[in-house]
């Protein structure tokens, strides 16, 4: 016997094929004769959405598992911000400026790929344009691999690029997206950006402050932008947020600086109480 299998039983895939092979009759036509793990729109049916977010779950986790994955260096950012060769067809002046952090990305994650050894601190971002492109581009300068998580979007439907293709992954669910790229995280660096980013970066800030994430070294890019469009310390002021919630982050303006704050880091401890509380 060659056959190499670790049951007894029929294989999944091998069905699968048979049963494309039966006669054509009105019976095998019918949609209630196909296999329910092969028909798409059993599968896509609102009663079927539990089995779809655990499938969304577990395939790119299987698949980072078999790449041997062992932990991530995240990179949120804005998807329209420009190369800076590219600047003038920015829509705005402040984008066109915000292109340098294109630069200060792939610079960025050229260094982290250099310094891992293609399963520790690999560079992930959403897949996109802008920041994500650069931060995939910088560890393909590197000769490394880099994760993309892409979403379906009415628009923006292709990765970009540079994304290791075994390592590109399309979601539907925005909530499975986040929480693959938080379980590997090793550090949350996040680039100037909009609706998107700033929910990556609070929802990630809050799972740090209510303990339900370790700490890791999160970065902000650009002290002035973030310093313009959040009022941090007013927050702190209210008293809606703890005077010590601002320690959970730090601003940098260049990859090296990061880079730095990074190699010595040695605080990922969980907190077990919120405080000012």
Known sequence: MTENRSHPLSNA????VSAEQVPDTPQTRAPSYRLAFADEEFLCRPELRPARLQLELLKPELALDEHGIESTVVLF???RIPEPS????ARTQ???????????TRKFAKIITEQSDGHKNVIVTGGGPGVMEAGNRGALDAGGRSIGLNIVLPHEQAPNEYVTPDLCFNFHYFAIRKMHFLM????????????????EMFETLTLIQTGRMHRVPFLLFGREFWEKIVNWEALADAGTISADDLDLF????????????????EDFSRRDAIPGR
């Open 94 to 104: 402040t984008l066109a400026d915000l292109s340098r952090f294109y630069d200060e």
């Open 77 to 79: 950012g804005g998807a």
């Open 250 to 265: 730090q601003f940098v303006e260049t990859a090296e600086e990061a880079v730095e704050i990074l190699n010595a880091w």
């Open 13 to 16: 895939g091998a069905d699968r």
């Open 184 to 199: 590997r995280a090793n550090a949350i660096c996040v680039f100037p950006g909009g609706f998107g980013t700033l929910d």
């Open 86 to 89: 590219k600047k003038d067809t």
